[in-house]
């Protein structure tokens, strides 16, 4: 681990520590996921420790001096070594893993009747499949002690992970490079792909031969009709030449996550009714993008950027009726069903805390946001003129807030007309 991260983690440790007072906090690691191959850990957990195995725990108390914050890990018999892999064990988690004191697992059941649980608050969320869920529940039945798993312990841990440090950003910004590079490789394909699943592959294939090892969440290809669909994940279907596709993708570096969408049509060339609700959305992101700045809540931008929508769908002759009242009586829903922002870091929907996505909490400098408007019209819509039926289009950056206003970090991804058309057109044709 970086001398500067380990540093970093200590910090954080250190504010959840003064946070606690008399409380204590134990945080389970993640377990592993049948369906997924590769195991990617808990991100509270992460973000307290940088300890990257699953079946570990952690311990921050407060009332003990000589150790605070305690990291039990498991260390893996030679029987196991032969058939599930390699852990750090003890030794190199004291050396790589900012704590007090490293210990094994299989001490946690003495640790736990050393400490005083009684009349204490134990601030705790169970993980399912936990090797020491059980463990844990007996202690504190022992003591009479029942695990609170809200209030302000896990408010405060949720506020600092709101709110990104420069180390975090850094990491953010490799995750959207590498994410924007694995777009742009997709559109140049564009021509010579028939099926979705051959995105798919060419993005996370760009992703991998660079690091990143894991998917922020499960990328949709989504052509033709299918890009009505919020969240498409088969990725099955058959491309046409005159299909537009919606590619809603984002890389992890270092635990950190992307969330990049880019709508392209596969000829090279958007159809005029094509280009012309493109261009709607691509105003209707950039309004919401220009208003992001410290004390503009989300509502806020979400009501700006459905205005710039909805103007430009009446000006097409997409829709009818009053925009203010499009908008109170939420009809618009039916075209824009998603929200426009969420919160981006360790987790694609990052923590956010109450208050902040339709509430009256302003963004601070720090937050990372996404910026996402969309057009999704169905068949099975009779309120949509036949000509723009069956269409998706979403177009998303990922928005830092600075102190003066905002920063689009991933600005380097093309999304005007002509720039996705020449991106397209600079690929091979089959």
């Known amino acids: 681990m970086p001398v500067s991260l380990f540093s970093e983690i200590q910090g954080r440790q250190q504010r959840l520590l003064s946070a606690l007072g008399d409380d204590l906090l134990i945080l389970p690691a993640g377990v592993p996921q049948q369906s997924i191959a590769r195991f990617l850990q808990d991100s509270n957990f992460f973000y307290l420790t940088g300890f990257p195995e699953h079946g570990a725990l952690l311990v921050i108390d407060p009332s003990n001096d000589k150790e605070q914050v305690t990291l039990f ?39 736990l009747s050393s400490l005083q649980l009684k009349n204490r608050r134990v601030y705790y969320r169970p993980v399912h499949n936990h090797p020491s869920s059980e463990m844990l529940a007996k202690a504190m039945r022992e003591a009479g002690t029942e695990a609170i798993d809200q209030g302000p312990a896990f408010e405060q841990l949720g506020h600092m992970r709101m709110i990104k440090s420069p180390r975090e950003i850094a990491q953010m910004r490799e995750a959207i490079r590498i994410t924007g590079e694995a777009h742009h490789n997709c559109m140049r394909a564009a021509r010579r792909h028939r099926r979705e699943y051959q995105f798919e592959a060419e993005f996370e294939y760009t992703c991998k031969l660079q690091g990143s090892l894991h998917w922020a969440f499960g990328t949709i290809v989504a052509a033709g009709n299918h890009a009505t669909c919020q969240h498409y994940i088969e990725n ?125 909490k302003p963004l601070e400098p720090g937050m990372v946001i996404t910026v996402e408007p969309g057009f999704y019209s169905q068949s099975f819509n009779p309120d949509i003129p036949e000509e723009f039926r069956e269409i998706g289009i979403r177009i998303e950056d990922d928005i830092l807030v600075t102190e003066d206003g905002h920063e689009n970090l991933s600005i380097d991804t093309v999304k005007e007309v002509a720039d996705v058309e020449a991106m397209i057109q600079s690929g091979a044709a089959d």
């Open 73 to 111: 890990v498991r260390e893996n018999t030679q029987q196991e070594q032969v058939w599930d892999g390699f852990t750090m064990g003890v030794e190199k988690a004291s050396e790589q893993c900012p704590a007090d004191k490293v210990r094994k697992i299989e001490e946690l059941g003495d640790y």
């Open 236 to 360: 099955a279907g058959a491309v046409q030449d005159d299909d537009l596709v919606l590619l809603d993708a984002g890389a992890v570096w270092n635990g950190y996550c992307a969330d990049l969408t880019r709508t392209f049509p596969v000829s090279g060339k958007f159809s005029s009714v094509q280009r012309d609700l493109y261009e709607v959305v691509l105003a209707s992101e950039k309004a919401g993008i220009a208003k992001v700045a410290p004390g503009v809540c989300m509502a806020e931008l979400q009501r700006h950027s459905a205005i710039i929508l909805l103007d430009g769908l009446k000006e097409l002759g997409v829709i009818k009726g009053d925009t203010e009242q499009l908008i109170e009586s939420a009809a618009y829903k039916a075209i824009w069903p998603g929200a426009l922002c969420h919160s981006l870091g360790l987790d694609v929907h990052d923590v956010l805390l109450p208050g902040y996505h339709k509430g009256d």
